[in-house]
């Protein structure tokens, strides 16, 4: 396996991009006698490790990932989602790159219980890849579109109830020949 260090340099800064607008934007004028279930917006950051069945062959893409959504009724979001490969993978002389993955979900949310929540999300996607063989550019880019659908459970941290945990599958609905998934966990701030 190839390790890009140049996208995982653009991976963390993204991230750290993204928490540090969710501490601006949280540190904003102070609400009294404000709970997490009034929170409108949340950013997510975490890792995503994406498999690509291609043709039998199956590829694995660690990738840094980040999401924010908004709720427009209690338990019921939308969000945007993204992610960039930070590392390629190598199978039979065969070489990809997952380039990035970007999406839109409507998020439908249980109740909490015990502090934590599952969750599902049904959305649709977009992917970029590089797909090249050791002697050639062949195959090139490839870009999928697809529907997605996700479970996830996420659970409020000890120390700040607008500070959550998360772990999710997302699976993506490509054609006979392509196969997607991805496992992600990180954190989310609610604000």
């Not at 062959?57 to 945007?80: K, T």
């Not at 050791?134 to 579109?145: A, E, H, Q, V």
Request: charged share 20%; proline share 4%.
């Amino acid at each position: 396996m190839i390790v890009n260090l140049p996208k995982i340099r653009v991976a963390l800064l993204t991230v750290a991009a993204a928490i540090a607008c969710t501490e601006v934007l949280a540190a904003g004028p102070a609400q009294s006698d404000s709970t997490a279930s009034d929170r409108k917006f949340y950013a997510e950051a975490g890792a995503l490790y994406q498999t690509i069945e291609v043709d039998g062959l199956r590829f694995s893409h660690p990738a840094a990932q980040v999401r924010a959504g908004m709720y427009f009724q209690p338990q019921l979001g939308i969000e945007v989602h993204a992610a960039t490969g930070v590392q390629d993978d190598e199978k039979k002389g065969l070489t990809t790159d997952l380039n990035y993955l970007a999406g839109v979900d409507v998020r439908f949310e249980s109740p909490e219980v015990n502090f934590t929540k599952l969750y599902i999300t049904l959305g649709y996607a977009h992917t970029d890849m590089t797909m090249h063989k050791k002697t050639s550019d062949y195959p090139g880019d490839g870009t999928f579109d697809s529907p997605s659908a996700g479970i996830g459970a996420e659970a409020t941290s000890a120390w700040n109830p607008d500070l959550y945990v998360f772990a999710k599958y997302t699976h993506y609905f490509h054609d006979d020949d392509v196969e997607m998934g991805g496992i992600s966990a990180g954190v989310k701030y609610a604000f």
